[in-house]
């Protein structure tokens, strides 16, 4: 038999769950189903280092409980995965048979780990990062491997040495699990198919800082390469890559990015190039279908251009801008009253910072080469201090900052008032000038 709702919110994340909790708070009535293909209430992504590194216990994971969607009088279905979706029925249907007739449909299924598929020569040492479930199991690799007992074949007798990490890849995730290895006490390689370090953000001076960072801690690099093949053996896991190395770990930790569910989008004709395309409402191109999250395709009012989402506080926005757009009484029959109100927009400027091997790193707004876009850099080499800005015709798009973080703040402000720098273009390359006199 088929459920029925005013408001069906697929995928149970940040954007999911803000937009739900935001359309209770601006219609009181209207009966709300969220689903969620995994089997855990609302927890942190962003707090996954620190559960994976042993920091932090798992109920601290957790943002929601039972009681907080029952308050909101949400209806909450976990561990169910929406296979199909008929946009002309208004219905939705889950592998294990569901059936939910809706008026108005939110896209917020997120995305899963990329598939990598050399991880299958050594899955029982491979690790991820991207569910509560991943990091987990990186807590129970770790206690495993932090200590290793091999045969030193010089002696022929058996030694303890410390645990062997290769980390693959060089985002974001990447850079959180060279952390809680590093910090763990292993020995880290890194391997990145990149001729250099964010080549598409950083100029070779700041590819380079990043290098010298690494090496300075002891971590081997490997650049321009990728894992060819992995065996396991009994004490360890055989890297090969493509130039011929041969790489020894315990631990293969695999940071290779985000794959988007969008089959449900494909299969609705809302794609727009790589992602669902919405416009600055989270509306997409279909009526009473709305889309958030990392699945998302959206235009970016500062730089003008398209822009994937990519941090839990664009997602978070993006729910409640969603959310509140969604709730907004435009004239249906037989829809509860909730209050009138226009549309609101999305209109943050993206940011995200994190702290890597004691040094802090900030990417925002458009921080990336790109045509059009002018890129300034600066260094302050006594202070690790590496900035580079990009300029789309004389301002100021996007940014990205190591160890410059007393910036961040005048920066995002900088970008929202869209002002004209071109003549400030010598300041922003010069180290010694206080930013925050422009």
Known sequence: MAERYNYLIIGGGIAGTTAAETIRSQDGAGSIALVEAEPHFLYSRVALPDFAAGNIPAEKLMLRRLADYESAKIDLYLGERIESLDLGAAEARTASGKIFIFNKVLLAGGGHPKFWPQ?????????????????????????????????NPKLGIKEKRRGKVLVVGGGLNALDLIDIFYNAGFEVTVLLRKKRFWEEHLDERGSAMFADLWKSRGIEIFFDSEVKAISEALDSARVLTDKGDKIIADIVAVGVGLERNLELAKSCALMHGVGIRVNEFMETSRKNVWAAGDAVEYPDLYSGMDKLSGSWSESFMQGKVAGFNMALNDGEENKPACPAGRRVKFDTVFSYAVTHLKNHIALIGHAREDVGIEAVARV???????????????????AILLNGQEYLGKVVRMIRERRDLSEHKSNLADPDFDLNKI
């Open 380 to 398: 302050r080499e006594m202070r690790g201090e590496y900035s580079r800005f990009f300029l789309k015709n004389g301002i100021m798009i996007g």
């Open 119 to 151: 991880e299958e020569g050594a899955l029982s040492r491979v690790a991820r990062l991207r569910t509560m479930q991943d990091a987990g199991r990186v807590r129970e690799l770790m206690e495993k491997y932090r200590e290793v007992e091999w045969v």
